[in-house]
């Protein structure tokens, strides 16, 4: 979907800019991009079934930490694409990076980061990351 630039991001979705996503200086809003970000989380989250195995353990991601270096600025009306991948597989967490490639300035416009931390949600404490999403995870991204 985004090319030879978005190879090192396994899971990609795309989103049309909207007009209302824009402020006053004639950009999209910084808050849109963290939006943008969790749009990434939840898709590869979906393909790796991380929502379904919360659903029937009551273990599911927590965001900790996240950030975002601006690169560019984008403007309705643009297609963006959302890459995700993870890095630093943990006993209980892992770093997501992202970037939001624009279509119409032919480049990487943000890039970020995330730290997502297992969590018991039943006992209210971290929790290990399950074998089985562990995994799902290396598959997807080549190997551990």
């Known amino acids: 979907m985004g090319g030879d630039i978005l190879a ?3 899971v ?4 049309e800019v909207a007009w209302g996503q ?3 200086f004639a950009h999209v809003n910084n808050v849109v991009y963290f939006r943008w970000f969790e749009d990434a989380r939840i898709a590869y989250f979906n393909q790796i079934g991380m929502l379904k195995h919360m659903e029937s353990h009551d273990v599911g991601p927590i965001l900790a930490n996240t950030s975002c270096r601006f690169k560019a600025p984008v ?3 643009d297609t963006v694409i959302l890459g995700a991948s993870v890095r630093d597989l943990g006993e209980d967490r892992f770093t997501m990076n992202y ?3 624009s279509e119409s300035i032919g480049r990487i416009a943000a890039e ?3 730290l997502i931390v297992m969590f ?3 006992n209210k404490q971290k929790a290990a990351l399950p074998n ?3 995994e799902r995870i290396e598959a997807l991204e080549g190997g551990p």
């Open 132 to 134: 089985i999403l562990r």
């Open 8 to 10: 090192d991001f396994p």
């Open 75 to 77: 403007a309705y009306p």
């Open 120 to 122: 018991d949600y039943a």
């Open 12 to 15: 990609q979705t795309r989103r």
């Open 112 to 114: 970020g980061t995330g």
């Open 22 to 24: 824009m402020d006053v």
């Open 99 to 101: 970037a939001i490639y």
